[in-house]
């Protein structure tokens, strides 16, 4: 499986600096075929970039989507907007539950819009170090699964970020036993639930990645790339990090 290297930017970079980095990228990553590669910027720079990547190898997608198609929802993006510019949507990334409140219930409406509109849809799934003290990870992790991906139609594109709550913005990524672990009971839920298209999904590693500990995780069976937060902010450091996913 070809790895998958997805930089969140999070609520990062002007459109100005976000044209700035991409004309950066562009030349050393057209010579990287082997990895694909995606950039989610803020919503303010979709149009922007997605001119700008027009005849290149850099995927574009979105951080956040909201299920309705359109309506009275003032501050919300849908899908139907989304379509004309990226392909790639993030759904249920911890800072969301967290921060803003997003349930399992909330999250499964977001996944299925993006999936019936033939999008990407990167799940976000993690547990908290209190889960993980009290051994209830592979708990925590196989509800977040079974309840996100309730009454979906197809898995054909889905895509998985396994992100510990404890290893995001904080430096201290899992160790790669870890991250492997948990991606295998991912994929074995999904088995459970699904049957042998488990095989074919990416399961993504997300947690203070960064070029030095890249190719320690998708060296490990079940991770087949990475959601890359921070490090990603900078050009070089994100080329590095694709550089070094390479297999």
Same mark, same amino acid.
């Given at each position: 499986?070809?790895?998958?290297?997805?930089?969140?930017?999070?609520?990062?970079?002007?459109?100005?600096?976000?044209?700035?980095?991409?004309?950066?990228i562009?030349?050393?990553?057209?010579?990287i075929?082997?990895?694909?590669?995606?950039?989610?910027?803020?919503?303010?720079?979709?149009?922007?970039?997605s001119?700008?990547?027009?005849?290149?190898?850099?995927?574009?997608?979105?951080?956040?989507?909201?299920?309705?198609?359109?309506g009275?929802?003032?501050?919300?993006?849908?899908?139907?907007?989304?379509?004309?510019?990226?392909?790639?949507?993030?759904?249920?990334?911890s800072?969301?539950?967290?921060?803003?409140?997003?349930?399992?219930?909330?999250?499964?409406?977001?996944?299925r819009?993006?999936?019936?509109?033939?999008?990407?849809?990167?799940?976000?799934?993690?547990?908290?170090?209190?889960?993980?003290?009290?051994?209830?990870?592979?708990?925590?992790?196989?509800?977040?699964i079974?309840?996100?991906?309730?009454?979906?139609?197809?898995?054909?594109?889905?895509?998985?970020a396994?992100?510990?709550?404890?290893?995001i913005?904080?430096g201290?990524?899992?160790?790669?036993e870890?991250?492997?672990?948990?991606?295998?009971? !991912?994929?074995? &839920? /999904?088995?459970? =639930? @699904? +049957?042998? !298209?488990?095989? &074919? /999904?990416?399961? =993504? @590693? +997300?947690?203070?990645?960064k070029?030095?500990?890249?190719?320690?995780?998708?060296?490990?069976?079940?991770?087949?790339?990475?959601?890359?937060?921070?490090?990603?902010?900078?050009?070089?450091?994100?080329?590095?990090?694709?550089?070094?996913s390479?297999?």
């Open positions: 499986m070809k790895p998958l290297i997805i930089a969140n930017w999070k609520m990062n970079k002007s459109v100005a600096e976000s044209v700035s980095f991409v004309n950066q562009i030349d050393p990553l057209s010579k075929n082997s990895v694909t590669t995606v950039i989610c910027p803020p919503f303010t720079c979709l149009s922007e970039l001119r700008l990547i027009t005849d290149t190898n850099i995927k574009l997608g979105a951080q956040n989507v909201y299920f309705e198609v359109d009275a929802y003032t501050g919300e993006i849908s899908i139907s907007m989304l379509k004309e510019l990226c392909s790639y949507v993030i759904v249920g990334h800072e969301r539950r967290i921060l803003f409140k997003e349930n399992d219930l909330t999250i499964n409406m977001k996944l819009s993006v999936i019936n509109n033939g999008l990407n849809p990167i799940i976000c799934v993690g547990e908290s170090i209190e889960s993980r003290t009290k051994g209830d990870a592979n708990q925590v992790i196989g509800e977040q079974t309840k996100g991906l309730e009454n979906v139609a197809s898995l054909d594109n889905l895509i998985i396994y992100e510990p709550i404890w290893a913005g904080t201290e990524s899992a160790s790669s870890i991250a492997q672990e948990m991606s295998l009971t !991912i994929r074995n &839920k /999904i088995n459970e =639930l @699904y +049957g042998i !298209i488990s095989q &074919k /999904i990416p399961i =993504l @590693y +997300g947690g203070s990645v070029s030095e500990n890249i190719k320690d995780f998708i060296s490990q069976d079940d991770i087949n790339g990475a959601l890359v937060g921070s490090a990603s902010l900078d050009p070089k450091s994100f080329v590095a990090i694709v550089s070094e390479q297999i």
